[in-house]
C-alpha cells in the first residue's frame, strides 16, 4: 500500500535499515506512486522471463540490474531526500544507471562482434556502471561490502606492483572496464544470473504464500504443537522460523516477520531480552539453509557447480535438521536451567484445526518440493508453484461469494481437474496453459467486489517483492568485482596453495582456516558474496584435499550464514535488537551461543560426508552408504547434544564447570579422526549423562 506524505516532508528512517529492506510503502506522493508503478514492472519482467524466456541471457541481466539500480536511487531517494529537486536527482541518477543496464540489450550484437577491443562510448557505460553499482551499495547496505570489493579493484588496476607471489602481470584499463561491465565473469557474472532468474521468482513464490496466510498457519501450528511444553514460546520460535525458511530463505526477513510475534512472547514467559532475541536470530538464519527453497546461495552454488539444484537440496536435509534440532535442544534447557514454563491451555490454538482450516496452503509448497526432486528446473517449478499460489489466493477470494456450499465444492473440484489434466503425461505443461488457467481466474475475481481486493493485495506483492529483491541483487551484483578479479588475475590460486599447504600438515587446520575466513570476510556483509569469495578462494583447495566438493562449498556456506549471527557486526542480532529492546552485541553472543550447532556442523560433515549423503564416508565400507549416514546422523545428534549441554551448562540440574569440560571433551572425541575417537566421545558422553541424571533432584511429592 501506498503512504501517502506531504510532498516536501522528509520520510524518517536510518540509512543502515536498509540493509535489512526498505521500510513500508514507496514513499511520499507522486515519487511513492512512481516507485510502486516501476516494482510492479520489473517484477512482471521478470514473470515473463521466467515464463517465456525470449531474450538472450546477457540481455536480461542486464535489464536486471537496470532495474536494481533504477529502484535503489529512486526509493533511497523517496525515503531520505528533504525537496522534490533532491528526489528527481535521486531518479535521474537511477534512470541513468537503467541505461546501464539496458546497453546490454540495446548493442546486445555490436557488443559481442567488437568484444576485446570496446568503443568510447563502451568505457564510459562500463565505467558509470561501476561506479553506480558501487554507489547504490554503499548507500544501501554501508561501506563494508564496498570497501572489500574496492580492495580488489585497487589490487586488479595496481597488483603489478607487490612482491611476488602476490604480483600479476597488469592490466590496462579497457582491459578491466571490458572484464567487469560486459562478459558473463565480472557484474554479470553467475550471481546476477541467478538473481534475475531463480531468487526473484522465489521472492514471489515466498511474497504470495506470505500474503496467502502461511506465517498464520505456521505460527498456528507450531503453537499448538510446542506452546504448552517446557519453554514452549522459544520452542514455538524455533519450530516457526524453521517453517518460514521453507519458503522465505531470507534470514533477516525472517526475524523481521516471525520476530514480531516470537519475540515478545518468549520475553513474556521469563527468558531473558538477549536471549529471546538470540533465539529468534539463530533460528531465523537457519532459513537459508533449510530446503526446499533454501537461500539465494544454494542457486548459486548449484550453478556454480553445474548440478541440479535438487542435489544441493539433498545435501542440506540432514544438516539443517541437526540446526534446528541443536536451537530446539538449546531452548529446552535454557528453560530448564530457569524453571520456566509453557503458556496455557486457553492460549494456545489447535495445530489439528489449523491444519484443517490452513492445509490447502501447503498445496503449492508440497508441488515445489515434488517438482524439484522429479528433475524439473528451479525456474520451472517455482513458475508453476507461483502459479498454483495464485490459484489459491484467487479462487479462495472466488468462493466466498458464493452463499451455496455446493458451488464452492463444485469450483475447487473443477479447478482440480482442470489443473490435474494438464499433468496426466507426467511431463512438463506448456506454460501458456497456466497462464490462460491464472488469467480465467483474474477475469473472474475482477467480476467480485472481494476478488477486486485480492487482485490489488495481489498487486501490492509485486511491487513489494521488487523491493524486497534490491539487497540481494545488488549484492550479487557488486560481487562480480571479486569474480572478475579473481578470473583475470588468478590470484585465488595463491590462497588455494596456501590452504592445500597447510592441508598437507593437518586438514583440520586447513578447515579452521577456511572457517576464520569466511566470518571475518562475513562481518557487516550478506551471506552471498561471503561465499561467493570463500566459495573461489578455499572450496577448490579443500576439493584437493580430498574434501567433497558440495561439502567444501557447503562449508563455506555455513561459516557465511554463521557471520550474520557473530559480533561484532551480527546482521541478525541487529534486525532482531530493536524488537527485544537489547543490545544488539549481547543479542550476538547468545545467538552464537545458541547457534554452536551450526559452527560443528560442517566440521562433521567433512570427516563424515554420509551426513550431507556424500561418498567417502569412512563407515561406508563396514556400514554400507545408508548405514554410515544413519551412524553420521546419530554421532552428530550426540555431539550437538553435548555441546548444548556445555554451552547452557544445563541436564537434569545445573552443571558444575568440570562437568562440562568432561562434556566439551566427548564432544571433541565425536569431532575428531583419531583412532578409537567415536568410542571414546560415545562412553565420556553415556558417563556424563549418567552422572548427571544421579544427581537429578529428587520430586517433593516422591521425597515425602
Known amino acids: 500500500m501506498l503512504h501517502e506524505h506531504g510532498t516536501e516532508e522528509k520520510v524518517k528512517v536510518e540509512l543502515d535499515n536498509f540493509e535489512h529492506g526498505f521500510p513500508e510503502g514507496f514513499g511520499p506522493g507522486i515519487w511513492g506512486h512512481l516507485a510502486y508503478v516501476i516494482g510492479i514492472a520489473f517484477a512482471v519482467f521478470q514473470l515473463i522471463i521466467a515464463a517465456w524466456n525470449f531474450l538472450p541471457s546477457q540481455a536480461v541481466r542486464g535489464i ?8 535503489t536511487f529512486g526509493l533511497i531517494a523517496n525515503f531520505t531526500a528533504r525537496t522534490n529537486f533532491q528526489r528527481a536527482v535521486g531518479w535521474i541518477i537511477g ?18 562482434q567488437r568484444d576485446g577491443d570496446p568503443t568510447r562510448l563502451d568505457l564510459v557505460v562500463g565505467t558509470v556502471l561501476a561506479v553506480l553499482i558501487f554507489e547504490g551499495v554503499r548507500r544501501m547496505m554501508g561501506l563494508a561490502l564496498p570497501l572489500m570489493c574496492g580492495a580488489c579493484l585497487l589490487y586488479w588496476f595496481f597488483g603489478q606492483y607487490l612482491p611476488a607471489p602476490l604480483n600479476h602481470r597488469g592490466y590496462d584499463f579497457d582491459q578491466i572496464v571490458t572484464h567487469l561491465s560486459y562478459g558473463t565473469e565480472g557484474f554479470y557474472g553467475v550471481p546476477i544470473y541467478v538473481s534475475a ?9 515466498g511474497s504470495f504464500l506470505e500474503r496467502a496466510g502461511m506465517i498464520k498457519l505456521f505460527t498456528d501450528v507450531s503453537l499448538g ?49 538477549a536471549f529471546a532475541a538470540g533465539v529468534e536470530a539463530t533460528a531465523s538464519m537457519g532459513g537459508q539453509i533449510m530446503p526446499p527453497v533454501m537461500g539465494a546461495v544454494a542457486f ?14 539433498k545435501a542440506a536435509v540432514i544438516p539443517a535438521i541437526l540446526y534446528f534440532a541443536s536451537a530446539f535442544w538449546m531452548v529446552h534447557l535454557e528453560a530448564g536451567k530457569y524453571g520456566l514454563t509453557g503458556m496455557k491451555k486457553d492460549e494456545i490454538p489447535s495445530a489439528i484445526k489449523a491444519l484443517t482450516n490452513g492445509w490447502f496452503l501447503v498445496l503449492p509448497l508440497a508441488a515445489l518440493v515434488f517438482m524439484l526432486f522429479e528433475g524439473f528446473t528451479p525456474l520451472y517449478a517455482g513458475s508453476m508453484g507461483l502459479a498454483l499460489t ?3 489466493i484467487l479462487g479462495a477470494s472466488i468462493v466466498l461469494g458464493f452463499s451455496n456450499i455446493a458451488l464452492r465444492y463444485v469450483f475447487w473440484i473443477g479447478l482440480a481437474l482442470i489443473a490435474g489434466s494438464l499433468f496426466r503425461n507426467g511431463s512438463s505443461v506448456d506454460i501458456r496453459y497456466v497462464a490462460g488457467i491464472v488469467g480465467v481466474l483474474v477475469l473472474i475475481a475482477a467480476l467480485t467486489q472481494g476478488g477486486r481486493a485480492t487482485l490489488a493485495a495481489c498487486r501490492d506483492s509485486l511491487a513489494d517483492s521488487a523491493k524486497s529483491a534490491l539487497t540481494v541483487g545488488m549484492a550479487c551484483a557488486i560481487v562480480g568485482t571479486i569474480i572478475g578479479m579473481m578470473t583475470q588475475t588468478g590470484v585465488g590460486t595463491i590462497f588455494g596453495s596456501w590452504v592445500i599447504g597447510l592441508g598437507e600438515k593437518s586438514l583440520f587446520l586447513a578447515l579452521i582456516m577456511t572457517m576464520l575466513l569466511s566470518i571475518l570476510l562475513g562481518t557487516g ?20 584435499l580430498g574434501v567433497p566438493l558440495i561439502i567444501s562449498h557447503m562449508f563455506a556456506f555455513y561459516y557465511g550464514i554463521m557471520a550474520d549471527l557473530s559480533p561484532p557486526v551480527a546482521l541478525a542480532a541487529l534486525a532482531a535488537a530493536p524488537i527485544a529492546k537489547e543490545n544488539p552485541d549481547k543479542i550476538g553472543w547468545e545467538a552464537m551461543r545458541i547457534a554452536l550447532a551450526g559452527y560443528v556442523i560442517p566440521f562433521i560433515a567433512v570427516y563424515s560426508p554420509a551426513l550431507m549423503l556424500q561418498n567417502g564416508d569412512p563407515m561406508q565400507a563396514q556400514l554400507g552408504f545408508y548405514g554410515a549416514v544413519a551412524y553420521a546422523f546419530v554421532k552428530a545428534v550426540v555431539a550437538i547434544g553435548l555441546f548444548g549441554m556445555v554451552a547452557i551448562g544445563f541436564l537434569f540440574t545445573r552443571m558444575t564447570v568440570a562437568e562440562r569440560v568432561v562434556s566439551f571433551i566427548a564432544a571433541l572425541c565425536l569431532l575428531g579422526e583419531f583412532q578409537y575417537s567415536d568410542w571414546v566421545g560415545f562412553a565420556i558422553a553415556i558417563g556424563a549423562v549418567i552422572w548427571q541424571w544421579r544427581k537429578k533432584p529428587v520430586p517433593a511429592a516422591i521425597a515425602a
Do not use: W
Request: glycine share 12%.
Open 64 to 71: 536486471h540490474v537496470g532495474f536494481l539500480l533504477l529502484l
Open 525 to 544: 556483509i550478506p551471506t552471498i558474496p561471503t561465499y561467493i569469495i570463500v566459495a573461489a578462494l578455499a572450496a577448490p583447495a579443500l576439493a584437493k
Open 300 to 313: 548459486i552454488m548449484a550453478e556454480t557447480l553445474g548440478v541440479d539444484y535438487s542435489v544441493i537440496v
Open 197 to 205: 532468474t531463480y531468487i526473484f521468482l522465489f521472492i514471489l513464490f
Open 390 to 392: 495464485v490459484a489459491l
Open 95 to 112: 534512470g541513468v544507471g537503467f541505461f546501464c543496464g539496458l546497453y546490454q540489450y540495446l548493442f546486445y550484437a555490436e557488443l559481442i
Open 225 to 273: 504443537m510446542f506452546g504448552g511444553t517446557r519453554g514452549g514460546p522459544a520452542k514455538v520460535a524455533v519450530v516457526a522460523s524453521g517453517m518460514m525458511g521453507t519458503i522465505s530463505g531470507s534470514g533477516v526477513a525472517n526475524v523481521v516477520t516471525v520476530g514480531q510475534f516470537t519475540i515478545p512472547l518468549m520475553i513474556k514467559f521469563g527468558y531473558r531480552r
